[in-house]
């Protein structure tokens, strides 16, 4: 049997096989308030597995943290009891569940942010967009964060660990990945400071080495993952050498000891997948310094996603898109059947349809077998 159906460990939890949820923000919260909704605990109890993991879409820390209207946030109680209902759904079955957390940084806009200016570690021209009650606009202008302001954000990041904890979840990964506020200050086309978090790459990880610590305070370094992006491009980030500067960030995790490390590989651009043939990259050099699990993300297939934890540059695989479509996508990949495809229409908010009522094969095979035998009964009354 191939190695990405065999049992694996991260940090606390042995889990029974390797193909995980990966993160998808699908704008269903209820409003106002950013409450997950009930759709949203039937999708993840739907896709939890025996031994399976889910990361549950990117909630933001605080009001300042939001970017786009409908996604999860984690920063009031009011919030608790809809993120209980998810862990509770994914326990119910046997899963693990671990809650992305993000800060959106530039990413944003003034109606989401509370009526003030998005915040980033420096102002450059930036051209992204932002999800406000008239669709996706253009995200607004952001201003630079004063040294004395960061302290009070790390807060956020430990405070809403710790609503995490409270609402049942196995852990926590950070948000380190697609142009976010970590990312920026990691990445040099976004970090121009002078200060002790601009400059030297050491600086640069400054903000990173602090929320993930703020993060171990709550959990331990055992139940803490990071997701980072190397070479991605979404949110317009750039670093002048990706590979230097990522190295140094696994090295950086790796003395943490966290539970994985999360890499989306550079293949997909926004939700268009690049490249289908392009061969993963950023896991191959990232895993000479980070010796803990490495989960790949990043347009994988059934055939990619095998062939990578056979070559041991990564030990599981997120899959986001095809899960969207395939509740018992493990299932499916172990044994070889076809997946129903994903529909991108409603990736970006909607109601429970082609969200929560995908069907499982054996639910599908069923639905077949009873439209046949109606399609059969109906011709012999005829
Ligand atoms: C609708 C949608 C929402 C996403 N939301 C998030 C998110 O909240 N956090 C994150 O890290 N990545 C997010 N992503 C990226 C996915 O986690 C994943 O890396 C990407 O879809 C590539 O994997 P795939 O080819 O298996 O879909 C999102 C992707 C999609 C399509």
Known sequence: ??????????????????????????????????????????????????????????????????????????????????????????????????????????????????????????????????????????????????????????????????????????????????????DQFIQDGTNKRTDAYGGPIENRVRFLRETLEALISVWSADRVGVRISPSGEWGGISDSDPEATFSYVARMLDSYEIAYLHVIEPRVKGDETLHHNHAPVATKYLREHFSGPIIAAGGFDRASAIAIVESGDADLVAFGRHFSSNPDLPYRLKHDLPLTPYVRAAFWGGSAEDYSDFLTYEESRVLEGAQARATADAAEDA
Not at 144 to 151: K, T
């Open 1 to 182: 049997m191939a190695k990405l159906f065999t049992p694996v460990r991260i940090g606390a939890y042995p889990l029974s096989h390797r193909v995980a949820l990966a993160p998808m923000t699908r704008l269903r919260t209820t409003q106002p308030g950013d409450v997950p909704s009930a759709m949203m605990a039937d999708f993840y109890g739907q896709r939890a597995s025996e031994g399976g993991l889910e990361i549950v879409e990117a909630a933001s820390v605080s009001v300042q943290a939001r970017s786009y209207l409908g996604a999860a946030s984690i920063y009031h109680d009011g919030q608790l009891e809809g993120w209980k209902a998810i862990t509770k759904a994914v326990h119910s079955k046997g899963g693990r569940v671990f809650l992305q957390l993000i800060h959106g940084g530039r990413q944003s806009h003034v109606e989401m942010t509370g009526g003030v200016d998005p915040v980033a570690p420096s102002v450059v021209p930036f051209d992204g967009v932002a999800v406000t009650k008239d669709g996706f606009v253009p995200a607004s202008q952001h201003r630079s964060l004063a040294i004395d302001e960061i302290p009070g954000i790390v807060e956020d990041f430990r405070a809403a660990a710790q609503r995490a904890k409270d609402a049942g979840f196995d852990g926590v990964e950070l948000h380190a990945a697609n142009g976010y506020l970590v």
